[in-house]
C-alpha cells in the first residue's frame, strides 16, 4: 500500500509539474502576418514599449505566407513589427489577444497596406488617419470656408467635413480600456496643445496616471512637452515632478530615466549630470529601465574602457571585433546614411583621413542603418571600417553605447579607454591636432 500511495503521489506531482509547464511555455497571444513572398526569407522583430525603449518580445518564424510572433508575457499596449527586409514598420495595439493582419508592398517594396481583422486594431487605424486629416487637412479646410458664404453650398459642405473631422466617437473605445487611455491623453504628447497646459497638469499626469503610460508611447513625448511650458524653470519643475512620482517606485525610476536621457540628447549637461547622480545615489532598488541608463553613461564616460563589439557585416577590415583594431587612437563614430548631418561631417573626416593614418590613427564606423543594401552602398565610399547590424535604432549600439543621435563620436586611445566625447568633427580633428 506504501508503493501504491508513493506512486500515486508522485504520479500527481508529475502531473502538477506538467500543468505547470505548459502555463509557462504555453504563449499569452499570437501574432499573425500575412506576408507577400518577397518577405517569406526577411527577418521579422515584434517589440513592445516600456517607454520610449523599444522592447524585444519575439522573432517571427516563417512559413509559406505567413510570418508567426509568440508572446509568452502578458503586454497590453503599444506594439511594432518590424520587416528588416523592406526596411519597414507596423504598429498596433495589443489587447493580450490574438491579432492577424495582412501586408502589401509597393513597387518599391515598402509597405503599402495594413489590413487588421481585430476591431481593435481596425479603430487604431482608423484613429491614426483621423489625427493625420486633423493635423493637414482641418486646418486648410477652416482656412478655405472663410472665402465662402455660409448660403453657399460649398460652405455648407466644408462645414459637414469640419464638424465631421473635429469630433471623434469616443463611445467606440469603452470596450477597449488601453485605447480610451490612449484617445484621452494625447494632449499631452501633442505639441500643437501644449499651450493649453501648464507644469502641473502634466505633473497630475504622471503622477495619477493608470498602468498603460509606460506602454503607450506618450510618455518621452509628453516629457518634452512638459520641458517646454517649464522653460522658465526647468530644474524646479522636474524636482516637484520627481517628489510627485516618487523615485523609489518603477515609474518614478522610468520617469528620471526618460529625463536623463532627453537632457543627454539635447546636450543639457549641467541637467544630465545633475540628475544621473541623483539616479547613481538611490540606496533603493533600481528598475531595469534606470539601471541600463546608469549602465549606458558609465560605459560611456571619459577614462572609461569603451565595451567591445564584435563585428558583424564588416567592411574594409578582417578584425573580428573593436578590440581586435590596433591604432595609437580610434575615431569611433555612431551614423547612418539617412542621417543629413553625416552627410555634411563624415566627407571632412575622408579628406584628413590619409594625415590620420600616418599618426597611426583609426576610424571604426558603427552604422544605424536598417537597411544593408544602403549601409554598404555609402560605406564602400569611406576607406575606414565600418559595420552594421542592419536593425537602425533597433541595434544594440544605442543602449551599449548611449547614442540617442547621430552623428556621435568617441576619440579611444590604444586601450580603448574614452579620452574624448567631441560634439563635431571639427571638434575630433582639434582634439587630434589634424589640420
Known amino acids: 500500500m506504501v508503493g501504491f500511495f508513493y506512486f500515486y503521489s508522485m504520479k500527481k506531482i508529475l502531473v502538477a509539474g506538467s500543468i505547470l509547464w505548459s502555463a509557462v511555455t504555453f504563449a499569452q497571444f499570437n501574432v499573425k502576418v500575412t506576408i507577400p513572398a518577397y518577405l517569406s526569407d526577411s527577418d521579422v522583430y515584434l517589440y513592445g514599449f516600456n517607454g520610449s525603449k523599444e522592447i524585444l518580445y519575439s522573432k517571427a518564424k516563417i512559413s509559406g505566407n505567413t510570418a508567426t510572433f509568440k508572446v509568452d508575457k502578458k503586454y497590453i499596449g503599444m506594439m511594432r513589427a518590424f520587416f528588416q527586409k523592406a526596411n519597414s514598420s507596423v504598429n498596433m495595439v495589443s489587447e493580450n489577444k490574438d491579432i492577424n493582419f495582412k501586408i502589401d508592398l509597393d513597387s518599391k517594396n515598402k509597405i503599402s497596406n495594413v489590413t487588421f481583422d481585430d476591431q481593435t486594431n481596425q479603430l487604431f487605424s482608423n484613429e491614426v488617419e483621423v489625427q493625420k486629416k486633423q493635423e493637414l487637412i482641418l486646418p486648410a479646410l477652416i ?32 470596450a477597449h480600456p488601453f485605447l480610451d487611455y490612449y484617445q484621452k491623453n494625447q494632449k499631452y504628447s501633442n505639441q500643437e496643445k501644449v499651450a493649453e497646459l501648464k507644469p502641473e497638469d502634466f505633473i497630475n499626469f504622471y503622477s495619477k496616471s493608470g498602468e498603460y503610460l509606460e506602454t503607450s ?57 545633475k540628475y544621473l547622480a541623483q539616479a547613481n545615489n538611490l540606496k533603493c532598488t533600481i528598475n531595469d529601465r534606470l539601471s541600463s541608463t546608469i549602465k549606458a553613461n558609465k560605459n560611456t564616460e571619459i577614462g572609461a574602457k569603451m565595451p567591445n563589439n564584435n563585428f558583424e557585416n564588416a567592411i574594409h577590415t578582417k578584425a573580428k571585433s573593436l578590440y581586435d583594431v ?43 542603418d536598417s537597411s544593408l543594401e544602403e549601409f554598404k552602398n555609402k560605406a564602400n565610399i569611406f576607406p575606414w571600417i565600418n559595420v552594421s547590424e542592419g536593425k537602425g535604432w533597433y541595434s544594440s549600439y544605442g543602449e551599449t553605447y548611449n547614442i540617442n543621435a547621430t552623428p556621435t563620436y568617441f576619440v579611444l586611445d590604444a586601450d580603448n579607454k574614452i579620452i574624448s566625447k567631441p560634439n563635431h568633427v571639427a571638434d575630433v580633428l582639434d582634439y587630434l591636432k589634424v589640420n
Open 143 to 174: 482656412q478655405i470656408k472663410d472665402y465662402y458664404k455660409p448660403s453657399d453650398a460649398f460652405y455648407k459642405s466644408l462645414d459637414s467635413e469640419i464638424t465631421l473631422l473635429s469630433k471623434s466617437d469616443t463611445a467606440l473605445y469603452e
Open 217 to 273: 508611447t506618450i510618455l518621452k513625448p509628453s516629457l518634452i512637452n512638459f520641458l517646454n511650458v517649464s522653460k522658465s524653470n526647468v530644474e524646479g519643475s522636474v524636482d516637484k515632478l520627481l517628489d510627485a512620482v516618487n523615485l523609489e517606485t518603477p515609474r518614478g525610476q522610468t520617469i528620471l530615466s526618460e529625463l536623463i536621457e532627453i537632457f543627454n540628447t539635447y546636450g543639457m549637461d549641467k541637467l544630465k549630470d
Open 326 to 368: 590596433k591604432a595609437s587612437k580610434k575615431i569611433v563614430v555612431f551614423w547612418s546614411s539617412t542621417c543629413s548631418h553625416c552627410e555634411a561631417e563624415l566627407p571632412k573626416l575622408l579628406e584628413k583621413y590619409d594625415k590620420l593614418k600616418a599618426q597611426n590613427i583609426e576610424i571604426v564606423g558603427f552604422s544605424l
